[in-house]
């Protein structure tokens, strides 16, 4: 399994009246958390797309339990449990940078597609990458 941890603070911006995060902010959370993921292995998006390759998202679930507030430091907990054949799927988790305490969960799962959108498998590349990573 690869794991990867994302902290931040959450901003006004960020914030519904009540001063709780939107909900669909935590995507973008999930998004900003899992670039950082792949870039920190050397898998940058845009070195993926320079390549000929792409990973659009299929699917998006996030279970609510309580909302994260204005101000509050966040840890995103993302991770790929197994190595990609045609899709790839990222595991979230978002807790209080000073607890274990689960605030959102949820994944999103990708395709790898061509420039074309074409379903595609996935890269050796990629794959050869994640294997150092992934048992």
Same mark, same amino acid.
């Given at each position: @399994?690869?794991?990867?941890?994302?902290? @931040?603070?959450?901003?006004?911006?960020? $914030? #519904?009246?009540?001063?709780? $995060?939107?909900?669909?902010?935590?995507?973008? =959370?999930?998004?900003?958390?899992? %670039?950082? @993921?792949?870039?920190?292995?050397?898998?940058?998006?845009?070195?993926?797309?320079?390549?000929?390759?792409?990973?659009?998202?299929?699917? *998006?679930?996030?279970?609510?339990?309580?909302? *994260?507030?204005?101000?509050?430091?966040?840890?995103?907990? &993302?991770?790929?449990?197994?190595?990609?054949?045609?899709? @790839?799927?990222?595991? =979230?988790?978002? &807790?209080? %940078?000073?607890? #274990?305490?689960?605030? $959102?969960?949820? =994944? &999103? &799962?990708? *395709?790898?597609?061509?420039?074309?959108?074409?379903?595609?498998?996935?890269?050796?590349?990629?794959?050869?990458?994640?294997?150092?990573?992934? #048992?």
């Amino acid at each position: @399994m690869l794991e990867f941890q994302y902290q @931040m603070k959450v901003f006004y911006k960020d $914030v #519904d009246q009540m001063g709780i $995060v939107y909900y669909s902010r935590y995507l973008e =959370y999930f998004e900003a958390a899992r %670039t950082e @993921m792949l870039s920190s292995i050397g898998l940058d998006y845009d070195k993926v797309e320079e390549k000929g390759a792409m990973l659009p998202v299929i699917e *998006a679930h996030v279970e609510y339990k309580k909302g *994260a507030v204005f101000g509050q430091n966040i840890t995103i907990h &993302t991770s790929i449990i197994s190595r990609p054949k045609v899709r @790839m799927k990222f595991n =979230y988790k978002i &807790t209080p %940078t000073d607890s #274990d305490d689960v605030l $959102v969960s949820g =994944y &999103t &799962t990708h *395709a790898f597609t061509n420039v074309d959108g074409k379903p595609i498998k996935a890269p050796l590349y990629i794959r050869n990458l994640l294997k150092n990573h992934i #048992d």
